[in-house]
Each structure stands twice: as structure tokens, then as C-alpha cells.
């Protein structure tokens, strides 16, 4: 993390801790950390708070088995509050909801933002293990063409009742076509830009 949490600038040395959903971008719940809690969630990447009820570390998930594991934290600008991207191993609430907030925690579009970033390494530190970067060595050409294959396959597909080949064909499209709007300079938010506009009209 580039800033360090400062439990001294609370009372009682318990600092919030917002947890969200690394995939779907949802806030699944909020608890308080201390050093130790924070410390031994760093370790062992599931999170664990310091219960106010319980006045002890509880780790998420040790009764119910559904835990948050770790993706990545991050301190806030002034170095008081804990961001913290997990992957839910169930319902976060103990209610049985998704959130803590009622809300349904569905749709993982965010990880296309994550799979950009990936195809986007690839482009700038090639490896000659890299199916991406050797489409990106073969140039422009060859990743429309792979783009227009993959769309005449995902037709053919449409038109069978296969579930799981359409849907591994609408994946190969779609993986596809991030390499080629990498390729040309764009991102994936230049195309919802356009969307957008249009959706507004």
C-alpha cells in the first residue's frame, strides 16, 4: 500500500474497514480493524476484524465458512479508512443476503476492466509464452482477423442450442476484441462513452 493506516488517530485504535466485492464492484459490508486485525488479515489474506460486540478478532466466515478473501487493500488519503477488495466465499450478511445493505450482489462486468489491464501488460512486456502477445507481435491484421472468425463462430453457435460452446464462443469474441481495441489505442470506456451518448439522445 503506498500510505499506512494510523490507528492513533482513533480513540480506541479501531480504524473502518469498507469491504467490497472485487468482481462486481458491490460494498458488502463495513467493520472496524485494529493493528492486529489488519496484521493478521495482511498475512493470511481473509479478512478479520476486531468484533466491538465480541471485543476480540473475528475472522469473517469462521462460523458460517463464508469468508472474504483478499484481493487487494487500500488506505485512504488520510490514512484512517481501509479499502478492502474481496472475493465473498458465500452470502457476506448474516442474514443470509449477498450485502449487508440488502442490495443482490451480481453482475461482474469490473472484470473486464481487470482483463484490460492484463491484456495491456501483455502488449507492453511481451513473453514468448503469451498466446496475447504473439497476436499482438503478428500486428492489427491478424487480430481483426481472429475477431471476424470469432464472430462467424459465435453465429454458427447461435444457431444450435449448445449453451456452453455459445457462451465459450461469445468469451472468445469478446476476449478478442479487447486485444484489438488495445491494439488501436482505445479502451474499453471509450466504447461506453459512445454507448452512452447514444443511450442519451
Not at 7 to 24: C, E, H
Not at 31 to 56: C, H, I, L, P, W
Not at 92 to 112: I, M, P, R, S, Y
Not at 150 to 169: P, R, S, T, Y
Request: proline share 2%; hydrophobic share 40%; charged share 30%.
Amino acid at each position: 500500500m503506498s500510505k499506512e493506516l494510523n490507528f492513533d488517530k482513533s480513540p480506541d485504535g479501531l480504524l473502518p474497514a469498507v469491504i467490497q466485492d472485487a468482481q462486481t464492484g458491490k460494498v458488502l459490508m463495513l467493520g472496524y480493524m485494529n493493528r492486529e486485525a489488519y496484521d493478521k488479515t495482511a498475512a493470511e489474506g481473509v479478512v478479520t476484524f476486531f468484533s466491538r460486540s465480541k471485543q476480540r478478532l473475528w475472522t469473517k466466515g469462521e462460523t458460517s465458512s463464508n469468508f472474504l478473501r483478499v484481493e487487494q487493500m487500500l488506505v485512504d488519503c488520510d490514512g484512517d479508512t481501509l479499502l478492502i477488495k474481496a472475493r465473498p466465499d458465500g452470502p457476506t450478511c448474516h442474514t443470509g443476503a449477498d450485502t449487508c445493505f440488502e442490495e443482490v450482489n451480481t453482475g461482474k462486468g469490473q472484470f473486464l476492466n481487470y482483463l484490460q489491464h492484463i491484456i495491456r501488460d501483455r502488449k507492453a512486456n511481451p513473453s514468448d509464452k503469451s498466446y496475447t502477445a504473439s497476436l499482438f507481435a503478428k500486428g492489427v491484421n491478424k487480430i481483426a482477423q481472429k475477431v471476424g472468425e470469432e464472430a462467424v463462430e459465435l453465429v454458427i453457435e447461435a444457431k444450435d442450442d449448445n449453451a456452453d460452446l455459445f457462451k465459450g464462443e461469445a468469451a472468445d469474441l469478446l476476449f478478442h476484441y479487447l486485444v484489438l481495441l488495445e491494439q488501436k489505442g482505445f479502451d474499453l470506456d471509450d466504447i461506453i462513452a459512445v454507448l452512452q451518448k447514444r443511450h442519451a439522445k
